[in-house]
């Protein structure tokens, strides 16, 4: 069966490829020591210090294993210069009607949607209910407290 892809920005493929750097060369490095030293202790039948360095041992291969798969299968979305259709990459401001406030944020791929730092997913209610649109117009999201109108104010 043929893996999901993902959809990244470049930043966002930069990060995990960091990420996945610091996993191999540091934690992995930090994991092999707190092994040994557990090691040491002798007794490994009823030694807690070396079946936790253990388990942290196998999440670290799995978080490892999870982000090769994500970058193996990843594709770069680039934002089209001049585009006025929202797309993964772009930046959006919108405006809820009824409040009357104004938010910014980038749409991205669900893997990178952060949105404490404004990157919402294009799996998103908002962002499903913005991509493909123009600045101008009126979106209705379906969130869980109802339907929320907003305007699109701006698209880079």
Request: glycine residues 8%; hydrophobic residues 40%.
């Amino acid at each position: 069966m043929a893996e999901k892809k993902i959809l990244l920005t470049q930043d966002g493929y930069d990060k995990l490829v960091e990420k996945l750097d610091y996993l191999k060369s540091v934690r992995r490095i930090e994991v092999s020591e707190r092994l040994k030293a557990a090691i040491a202790l002798g007794d490994l039948s009823e030694n807690s210090e070396y079946d936790d360095a253990k388990n942290e041992q196998g999440r670290l291969e799995g978080e490892i294993t999870d982000l090769e798969t994500k970058l193996r299968n990843s594709d770069i979305i680039k934002a089209q210069a001049g585009s006025d259709k929202i797309m993964i990459g772009s930046t959006v401001t919108v405006r809820d009607v009824e409040l009357d406030t104004i938010e910014t944020y980038m749409i991205v791929g669900s893997t990178e949607a952060d949105p404490d730092n404004d990157k919402i997913s294009d799996e998103s209610p908002l962002g499903v209910a913005v991509l493909g649109k123009s600045a101008g117009a009126i979106v209705q999201v379906h969130a869980p407290a109802g339907v929320i109108e907003f305007e699109i104010l701006e698209v880079k």
